[in-house]
């Protein structure tokens, strides 16, 4: 469990090590969290933040990283 404070500014890392951007917001849906990450071209991707999609966060490392289906972060 995380307060969205400790998640803004996270850098987001997909599992291969790749950036994908920053945690700029975490939006509350009826459905769950979502991360709101800017990517480093300047678009916002939304990751539900789930177990199966965010499988790690550190927040003193200043990161979490992102296992995303086929799609989620393509344009």
Do not use: C, K, N, Y
Request: proline share 7%; no cysteine.
């Amino acid at each position: 469990e995380f307060h969205d404070h400790e998640l803004i500014g996270l850098r987001a890392l997909q599992v291969s090590g790749d950036e994908v951007g920053e945690v700029r917001d975490v939006v509350h849906t009826p459905a769950g969290e979502l991360l709101a990450v800017r990517t480093a071209e300047g678009r916002e991707v939304l990751v539900p933040f789930v177990a199966d999609i965010v499988p790690e966060v550190d927040v003193s490392a200043g990161t979490l990283v992102i296992d995303p289906p086929e799609g989620l972060l393509d344009e």
